[in-house]
């Protein structure tokens, strides 16, 4: 089993709330992005690669993909030069800017998993545009993208 | 929670109606944290963008921490004592010297039940009958308009129930952004398959899961509904049975929406006459069906005709009274209908029971033990004619937890008016646009550091406790207001001390509370949905299932005319100025413009306008706009959408500066402002 | 001039720097600097460290940076270090967001790391707000597709 973030953006409402739990859990940055269209708005999160260009391109080993967790952040290997989030294809992985830039991506709100709970954004979701998908057919094909299929 | 010395509170969230419960991990005292309270029958643990941010408003560092008075340096921190023993003098002097209808209070729909049935009591104990708050602004004419109808004027099925209903038809309401936990009913009745209809001048995400939306002109609402029903009664469609059995009056609509075909309606509200007859053909059809309806239909000079337009659909397809079926106004506030159930209304005392009724006001005085004759019996100002007043015949106001400066109509009239009062009581959380007028400012608690019970749009009355401690020196307002009364020499009539003995008094005074005392309150899950009148009784989620509340028991019918709005789009003003919410910001701001993530969200006044206005008028997306009407002139970012019809200009009145803007012309029942609908222009900076 | 024992000269290689923010985040005493202008991104780093670690140096992804112990002072250059790298323009905003260094580096690499050859992904020219923007429209578009 492995927990997938799965957005069915068509339930979206674009009431922000997945924003706003994302950046209260997170100490002021939401990891999640709602992205607001006419007619229709898309969240945004980390998306588990299962071949992630961010842990390719890591030069230290801290991004690393775990089985059961997707991919997994070492902060102690960690030495913030940000290079994982230029190699980030949907743009999900950014350096918070600061005198040591911070890096921001969705972890499946770990803290929390640890203490058995659910990440927040799918707790507060109030469409359930946003579940967990833990080995469905969805993360399956959503995790296979980014290495299958350029993005246009 | 497993952590030592942390325990977890679960409180009702101060923002809008929906009730939301949300759990407050607490440790000495001061709240830590937030969680969801997954298995509340409310809202399952679900919250919105405001909700998800509510912690900021504790121990928020421009939290009022000490009463403040003014002087000619500035602020200065006074005691309790002082201030209490200045504000009791200052309003009996004015009292003696004026009248007690030179007194008027502010009451609150962020407040609780108890402090609002508190804040009117003191109100008409000392001779006035001025007593209002901010549902005046929002749903009053749900009030003037159902009560003759239905007998009262309140959602007749809980939100939950949205989600068996079959179709969905929401009128000027937009859930999605104003009430996304309620949203998600809407949206479970869609996944079963139900048909939702949208009218709203703008394509809103509420209208985004429509099957069918009607952009109606702002103001045109009622040829809309007239011409659903002409088509309803062309075709046959009504619910002939329940048309006989349960209600009267019907004749006199037939007569009234005899000429109102789609074609003329197409003219007037600018929806194609196809469209209307979709609508009215699967609304009719489609049973059971809801009737939401919101701000979009109440705020307009003909507020009360218009809800009763909504009321006449719904009576003729038979949908009242039934699971799934209803008439739903969406309440803005958490607390807004529990201050209306509370008697916080000018001509209404608790249980709406009219101040000029004499065994109403005769049994009000035997419960709080004054002399007969106590209570006026005319009905006061109302928070516009007291703004208006102000300075006038009106020489002190007491505002509890309300900011009219800016949340009323021409807000620079209302801000000269609260300058001009003999003495101007605020109690806030915040040194508000409105408190900064004020002569004395007192630190009141916010929703977590005081208990008390609330009423959810849906009549569903819930308890929230007590989680933390309110910073600084702040108090509950009902600690305040009893303080008050004791030095105004009332006393004897303020004997309770604490929520709870005031609740129990509630329960005597509002016989649809009879049965929610504290003891079943704080114990029940859910809330109790009122009526709920004896301690044995379950309370009334569905109201009308058998019998309306009106004196023969059958709702009535009433003939509703069409007038266009006082103010067209004309050469000066080509544009027509509607203002609504944005799903970050709450009512006059004093909060949300507070809260880093909301601001963060949405962090300043912008006006929505379509991109061939736009472009013809010559600004592009971004641009610097001046927005300006007969009543002022305001500077905001245009942003462009064709969401929002052309020739409709659309401002969210969160920020100081939309109300400057708006229409003072009010309902002549309802006293609700029209602000819905203005003409105005735009011009490039 | 007299100088303690423990300060080290900073040598830097701008040929082998990438422009990442490395031993920026990394120096305690936050001497390394840069900033982004006129389409360069500029570091700035002291000639001599007075402090003892070498954590700039460990960090650094490239092997960039060099330490040198001081013993003789006399000759040396105390003019701070300063160079620069330039940036990489979104195609699509025009806004920079990486340097050129860095972008190069990840083309090169990304058939060994995910199997992805230079021609199929490109994304890595736009910075990442265009590339969630690009994302969820392409998601969009497939929904519709599949309606």
């Given at each position: 089993?492995?927990?997938?973030?799965?957005?069915?953006?068509?339930?979206?409402?674009?009431?922000?709330?997945?924003?706003?739990?994302?950046?209260?859990?997170?100490?002021?940055?939401?990891?999640?992005?709602?992205?607001?269209?006419?007619?229709?708005?898309?969240?945004?999160?980390?998306?588990?690669?299962?071949?992630?260009?961010?842990?390719?391109?890591?030069?230290?080993?801290?991004?690393?993909?775990?089985?059961?967790?997707?991919?997994?952040?070492?902060?102690?290997?960690?030495?913030?030069?940000?290079?994982?989030?230029?190699?980030?294809?949907?743009?999900?992985?950014?350096?918070?800017?600061?005198?040591?830039?911070?890096?921001?991506?969705?972890?499946?709100?770990?803290?929390?998993?640890?203490?058995?709970?659910?990440?927040?954004?799918?707790?507060?979701?109030p469409?359930?545009?946003?579940?967990?998908?833990?080995?469905?057919?969805?993360?399956?094909?959503?995790?296979?993208?980014?290495?299958?299929?350029?993005?246009? | 929670?497993?952590?030592?010395?942390?325990?977890?509170?679960?409180t009702v969230c101060p923002y809008c109606a929906v009730g939301c419960h949300v759990?407050?991990?607490?440790?000495?005292?001061?709240?830590?944290?937030?969680?969801?309270?997954?298995?509340?029958?409310v809202n399952?643990?679900?919250l919105c963008a405001k909700g998800?941010?509510v912690?900021?408003l504790?121990?928020?560092?421009?939290?009022?921490?000490?009463?403040?008075?003014?002087?000619?340096?500035?602020?200065?921190?006074?005691?309790?004592?002082?201030?209490?023993?200045?504000?009791?003098?200052?309003?009996?002097?004015?009292?003696?010297?004026?009248?007690?209808?030179?007194?008027g209070f502010l009451s609150s729909a962020k407040c609780t039940n108890e402090e609002n049935y508190l804040l009117q009591k003191l109100a008409r104990?000392?001779?006035?009958n001025n007593v209002d708050h901010c549902a005046r602004l929002c749903h009053a004419s749900t009030l003037t308009g159902l009560a003759p109808v239905l007998g009262m004027g309140a959602a007749t099925n809980p939100l939950h129930d949205l989600?068996?209903?079959?179709?969905?038809?929401l009128v000027g309401s937009n859930p999605a952004e104003n009430h996304p936990v309620a949203f998600?009913w809407v949206?479970?009745?869609?996944?079963?398959?139900?048909?939702?209809?949208?009218?709203?001048?703008?394509?809103?995400?509420t209208?985004?899961?429509?099957?069918?939306?009607?952009?109606?002109?702002?103001?045109?609402?009622?040829?809309?509904?007239?011409?659903?029903?002409?088509?309803?009664?062309?075709?046959?469609?009504?619910?002939?049975?329940?048309?006989?059995?349960?209600?009267?009056?019907?004749?006199?609509?037939?007569?009234?929406?005899?000429?109102?075909?789609?074609?003329?309606?197409?003219?007037?509200?600018?929806?194609?006459?196809?469209?209307?007859?979709?609508?009215?053909?699967?609304?009719?059809?489609?049973?059971?069906?809801a009737l939401i309806y919101c701000m979009g239909i109440t705020q307009h000079?003909?507020g009360t005709?218009a809800v009763r337009?909504c009321a006449?659909?719904?009576?003729?397809?038979?949908?009242?009274?039934?699971?799934?079926?209803g008439l739903i106004p969406v309440r803005g506030q958490d607390n807004v209908q529990g201050a209306c159930d509370m008697g916080a209304l000018s001509a209404l005392l608790p249980g709406y029971r009219p101040v000029?009724?004499?065994?109403?006001?005769?049994?009000?005085?035997?419960?709080?033990?004054?002399?007969?004759?106590?209570?006026?019996?005319?009905p006061g100002l109302t928070v516009t004619e007291m703004e208006?007043?102000?300075?006038?015949?009106?020489?002190?106001l007491v505002a509890m937890g309300e900011n009219p400066a800016v949340t009323s109509p021409?807000g620079?009239?209302v801000?000269?008016?609260?300058?001009?009062?003999?003495?101007?009581?605020a109690i806030d959380l915040f040194?508000t646009e409105s408190?900064?007028?004020?002569?004395?400012?007192?630190?009141a608690a916010a929703w977590a550091e005081k208990s008390g019970s609330k009423t959810s749009a849906d009549r569903r009355v819930q308890w929230s406790?007590?989680?933390?401690?309110?910073?600084?020196?702040?108090?509950p307002d009902a600690?305040?207001i009893?303080?008050?009364?004791?030095?105004?020499?009332?006393?004897?009539?303020?004997?309770?001390?604490?929520p709870?003995?005031v609740l129990?008094?509630i329960?005597?005074a509002v016989p649809a509370y009879?049965?929610i005392?504290?003891?079943?309150i704080?114990?029940?899950?859910g809330g109790i949905h009122w009526p709920c009148?004896?301690?044995?009784?379950?309370g009334t989620p569905?109201l009308?299932?058998?019998?309306?509340a009106?004196?023969?028991?059958?709702?009535?019918?009433?003939?509703?005319?069409?007038?266009?709005?006082?103010?067209?789009?004309?050469?000066?003003?080509?544009?027509?100025?509607?203002t609504g919410r944005v799903t970050a910001h709450y009512n006059s701001g004093s909060m949300t413009r507070?809260?880093?993530?909301l601001?963060?969200?949405?962090?300043?006044?912008?006006?929505?306008?379509?991109?061939?206005?736009?472009?013809?008028?010559?600004?592009?997306?971004?641009?610097?706009?001046?927005?300006?009407?007969?009543?002022?002139?305001?500077?905001?970012?245009?942003?462009?959408?064709?969401?929002?019809?052309?020739?409709?200009?659309?401002?969210p009145f969160h920020?100081?500066?939309t109300n400057?803007?708006t229409?003072?012309?009010v309902d002549?029942e309802a006293r609700i402002p029209a602000f819905k609908?203005?003409?105005?222009?735009?011009?490039?900076? | 001039?007299?100088?303690?024992?423990?300060?080290?000269?900073?040598?830097?290689?701008?040929?082998?720097?990438?422009?990442?923010?490395?031993?920026?985040?990394?120096?305690?005493?936050?001497?390394?600097?840069?900033?982004?202008?006129?389409?360069?991104?500029?570091?700035?780093?002291?000639?001599?460290?007075?402090?003892?670690?070498?954590?700039?140096?460990?960090?650094?992804?490239?092997?960039?940076?060099?330490?040198?112990?001081?013993?003789?002072?006399?000759?040396?250059?105390?003019?701070?270090?300063?160079?620069?790298?330039?940036?990489?323009?979104?195609?699509?905003?025009?806004?920079?967001?990486?340097?050129?260094?860095?972008?190069?580096?990840?083309?090169?690499?990304?058939?060994?790391?995910?199997?992805?050859?230079?021609?199929?992904?490109?994304?890595?020219?736009?910075?990442?707000?265009?590339?969630?923007?690009?994302?969820?429209?392409?998601?969009?578009?497939?929904?519709?597709?599949?309606?």
């Amino acid at each position: 089993m492995e927990p997938f973030l799965f957005v069915d953006f068509s339930r979206c409402i674009a009431c922000q709330a997945c924003w706003a739990a994302c950046r209260r859990e997170h100490g002021g940055v939401s990891r999640l992005h709602l992205l607001c269209f006419q007619e229709a708005a898309v969240p945004l999160a980390c998306r588990q690669c299962r071949k992630a260009p961010c842990a390719g391109f890591c030069p230290e080993g801290a991004l690393v993909q775990e089985e059961g967790r997707g991919v997994k952040f070492l902060e102690e290997r960690c030495t913030h030069c940000g290079l994982c989030a230029a190699a980030c294809p949907f743009g999900v992985l950014e350096i918070v800017p600061g005198p040591v830039p911070d890096l921001s991506r969705c972890d499946l709100c770990r803290r929390r998993w640890e203490e058995g709970l659910m990440p927040v954004c799918v707790l507060t979701c109030p469409t359930r545009a946003l579940s967990l998908d833990a080995g469905g057919a969805v993360g399956r094909r959503r995790r296979a993208q980014p290495a299958a299929f350029p993005v246009s | 929670m497993g952590k030592e010395g942390r325990s977890r509170v679960r409180t009702v969230c101060p923002y809008c109606a929906v009730g939301c419960h949300v759990d407050l991990l607490v440790e000495e005292g001061r709240a830590v944290g937030l969680d969801y309270a997954t298995d509340s029958p409310v809202n399952g643990g679900n919250l919105c963008a405001k909700g998800n941010a509510v912690l900021d408003l504790l121990d928020h560092p421009d939290r009022l921490r000490t009463p403040l008075r003014r002087t000619a340096s500035g602020w200065e921190a006074v005691g309790w004592d002082e201030a209490l023993d200045w504000a009791a003098e200052r309003i009996g002097t004015i009292r003696d010297r004026h009248g007690p209808d030179a007194l008027g209070f502010l009451s609150s729909a962020k407040c609780t039940n108890e402090e609002n049935y508190l804040l009117q009591k003191l109100a008409r104990l000392l001779g006035s009958n001025n007593v209002d708050h901010c549902a005046r602004l929002c749903h009053a004419s749900t009030l003037t308009g159902l009560a003759p109808v239905l007998g009262m004027g309140a959602a007749t099925n809980p939100l939950h129930d949205l989600a068996q209903a079959r179709c969905l038809f929401l009128v000027g309401s937009n859930p999605a952004e104003n009430h996304p936990v309620a949203f998600q009913w809407v949206r479970e009745a869609k996944d079963k398959g139900a048909v939702v209809i949208v009218a709203d001048p703008r394509k809103t995400p509420t209208a985004w899961i429509a099957d069918l939306h009607l952009p109606v002109r702002p103001g045109t609402d009622i040829a809309l509904l007239h011409a659903m029903l002409h088509v309803i009664l062309r075709e046959g469609l009504e619910d002939k049975a329940f048309i006989r059995s349960r209600t009267t009056g019907f004749e006199r609509t037939v007569r009234a929406v005899r000429d109102t075909a789609p074609e003329w309606a197409q003219s007037v509200t600018g929806v194609p006459a196809g469209d209307i007859l979709r609508a009215a053909r699967l609304f009719a059809r489609t049973r059971p069906g809801a009737l939401i309806y919101c701000m979009g239909i109440t705020q307009h000079h003909n507020g009360t005709q218009a809800v009763r337009a909504c009321a006449n659909l719904a009576l003729a397809t038979g949908n009242v009274g039934r699971p799934g079926s209803g008439l739903i106004p969406v309440r803005g506030q958490d607390n807004v209908q529990g201050a209306c159930d509370m008697g916080a209304l000018s001509a209404l005392l608790p249980g709406y029971r009219p101040v000029a009724d004499p065994q109403a006001r005769a049994a009000m005085e035997a419960l709080w033990g004054c002399p007969p004759g106590t209570i006026p019996d005319r009905p006061g100002l109302t928070v516009t004619e007291m703004e208006a007043e102000a300075g006038r015949t009106l020489r002190a106001l007491v505002a509890m937890g309300e900011n009219p400066a800016v949340t009323s109509p021409a807000g620079g009239r209302v801000a000269e008016g609260l300058e001009r009062l003999d003495f101007f009581l605020a109690i806030d959380l915040f040194l508000t646009e409105s408190a900064r007028s004020a002569h004395l400012v007192l630190p009141a608690a916010a929703w977590a550091e005081k208990s008390g019970s609330k009423t959810s749009a849906d009549r569903r009355v819930q308890w929230s406790p007590r989680a933390v401690l309110p910073p600084g020196d702040a108090r509950p307002d009902a600690w305040i207001i009893t303080r008050l009364a004791r030095r105004l020499g009332l006393g004897a009539h303020f004997p309770c001390e604490s929520p709870e003995d005031v609740l129990r008094e509630i329960n005597r005074a509002v016989p649809a509370y009879g049965g929610i005392t504290p003891e079943r309150i704080r114990e029940a899950p859910g809330g109790i949905h009122w009526p709920c009148p004896r301690q044995d009784h379950p309370g009334t989620p569905v109201l009308f299932e058998k019998t309306f509340a009106t004196a023969d028991g059958r709702a009535r019918f009433f003939p509703v005319s069409f007038d266009p709005p006082p103010e067209s789009p004309d050469a000066d003003y080509p544009l027509c100025l509607t203002t609504g919410r944005v799903t970050a910001h709450y009512n006059s701001g004093s909060m949300t413009r507070r809260t880093p993530a909301l601001l963060e969200l949405s962090p300043e006044l912008f006006v929505e306008v379509h991109p061939e206005d736009a472009a013809r008028l010559g600004f592009s997306e971004g641009s610097r706009v001046r927005v300006v009407t007969r009543r002022g002139a305001v500077e905001a970012s245009a942003y462009l959408s064709s969401a929002v019809a052309r020739g409709v200009v659309f401002a969210p009145f969160h920020f100081p500066g939309t109300n400057r803007l708006t229409l003072d012309v009010v309902d002549p029942e309802a006293r609700i402002p029209a602000f819905k609908a203005a003409a105005c222009r735009l011009e490039p900076l | 001039m007299t100088v303690p024992e423990l300060h080290q000269q900073i040598h830097v290689d701008p040929d082998r720097c990438l422009g990442c923010f490395a031993c920026a985040s990394a120096c305690p005493e936050q001497r390394i600097t840069w900033d982004d202008r006129e389409g360069n991104r500029r570091f700035r780093a002291p000639a001599v460290c007075a402090g003892d670690c070498t954590r700039c140096r460990d960090a650094c992804p490239a092997d960039a940076v060099r330490l040198e112990p001081m013993g003789e002072t006399a000759g040396r250059s105390w003019e701070p270090l300063s160079w620069s790298l330039p940036l990489a323009r979104c195609r699509r905003c025009r806004e920079p967001f990486t340097t050129q260094k860095i972008l190069a580096l990840l083309s090169r690499t990304l058939e060994a790391t995910v199997g992805l050859s230079a021609g199929e992904a490109d994304w890595p020219s736009c910075c990442p707000a265009c590339r969630r923007d690009l994302e969820s429209r392409r998601l969009l578009d497939a929904a519709r597709w599949n309606r």
